[in-house]
Nanobody, 124 residues
Framework: QVQLVESGGGLVQAGGSLRLSCAAS????????LGWFRQAPGKEREFVVA????????YYADSVKGRFTISRDNAKNTVYLQMNSLKPEDTAVYYC?????????????????WGQGTQVTISS
């Protein structure tokens, strides 16, 4: 069982930056692939980015490529999402998720655990 808790959300102006964190419980954190998703009001949840258990592989949605960076620190059981050049359309609740896999291909994973989310609001 893995519990995920996101933090770092907030209100920033367009063009600004935020860094989200997701802290995980459990000794097997380092064996999980991790992902970030987001859900804007009135829209379906969408994939943002994923990272393999050993950080060798990442996969980004086109909408955030070049602006967002995912990283993880297995010693701290934490995954990060650095978000730069933020746009109003990035406004959403951001969720982290964990998938029980050591696969290097992190596109299209099925996720087993989800956090509660953190609100990110970008003003124009």
């Amino acid at each position: 069982q893995v519990q995920l808790v996101e933090s770092g959300g907030g209100l920033v102006q367009a063009g600004g930056s935020l860094r989200l964190s997701c802290a995980a419980s459990g000794r097997t954190f380092s064996t999980y692939a991790l992902g970030w998703f987001r859900q804007a009001p009135g829209k379906e949840r969408e994939f943002v980015v994923a990272i393999s258990w050993n950080s060798y592989s990442t996969y980004y949605a086109d909408s955030v490529k070049g602006r967002f960076t995912i990283s993880r620190d297995n010693a701290k059981n934490t995954v990060y999402l650095q978000m730069n050049s933020l746009k109003p359309e990035d406004t959403a609740v951001y969720y982290c998720a964990a998938a029980r896999t050591r696969a290097q291909v992190v596109r299209g994973l099925r996720y087993d655990y989800w956090g509660q989310g953190t609100q990110v609001t970008i003003s124009s």
